[in-house]
């Protein structure tokens, strides 16, 4: 009898669990004097032109209320800024400003140096075969959030 496979969506959360261990030991966030959800609305801002509070919830996952308190020091230290959406003046919206976008580059650096030491243990035949996961599972992780 062939063993149970997991479920996709048990694979899925496994997965967010042991990216986020990962790029999250990378990140010195007491250095940076950021909190996790600090970072990751960066990090979330950093795929996209732009984002509502909802959207922006939606992304680090925490509560709109959560997101809120998270984006007001960035703001405040010129990392993030907010703005109004010229069809609907009612919405907010928050994008990276340039010392934002400076600032996450710099950090993604550090992360890469740290996981490219992580990945110096494994043979060439399985960053390759990582570098194409990752790549296939992005493609498909897209259509599914489409």
Same mark, same amino acid.
């Given at each position: 009898?062939?063993?149970?496979?997991?479920?996709?969506?048990?694979?899925?959360?496994? =997965?967010?669990?042991?990216?986020?261990?990962?790029?999250?030991?990378?990140?010195? =966030?007491?250095?940076? &004097?950021?909190?996790?959800?600090?970072?990751?609305?960066?990090?979330?801002?950093?795929?996209?032109?732009?984002?509502?509070?909802?959207?922006?919830? &939606?992304y680090i996952p925490?509560?709109?209320?959560?997101?809120?308190?998270?984006?007001?020091?960035?703001?405040?230290?010129?990392?993030?800024?907010?703005?109004?959406?010229?069809?609907?003046?009612?919405?907010?919206? =928050?994008?990276?400003?340039?010392?934002?976008?400076?600032? =996450?580059?710099?950090?993604?650096?550090?992360?890469?140096?740290?996981?490219?030491?992580?990945?110096?243990?494994?043979?060439?035949? &399985?960053?390759?075969?990582?570098?194409?996961?990752? &790549?296939t599972t992005l493609?498909?992780?897209?259509?599914?959030?489409?």
């Open positions: 009898m062939e063993p149970l496979k997991k479920p996709p969506c048990f694979i899925l959360t496994e =997965i967010f669990s042991v990216c986020q261990k990962l790029v999250m030991s990378a990140v010195d =966030i007491k250095e940076l &004097d950021l909190t996790k959800n600090q970072i990751c609305v960066l990090f979330a801002l950093m795929h996209h032109p732009y984002l509502s509070m909802s959207r922006l919830a &939606d925490s509560s709109k209320e959560q997101a809120t308190r998270a984006v007001a020091p960035l703001a405040q230290a010129h990392y993030v800024e907010r703005f109004q959406d010229e069809k609907n003046r009612k919405l907010v919206l =928050i994008r990276l400003t340039e010392k934002g976008r400076d600032f =996450i580059f710099q950090t993604l650096d550090s992360v890469d140096e740290k996981l490219c030491e992580k990945a110096a243990a494994l043979s060439e035949e &399985d960053i390759k075969r990582f570098q194409e996961a990752l &790549d493609e498909i992780l897209k259509k599914l959030d489409q």
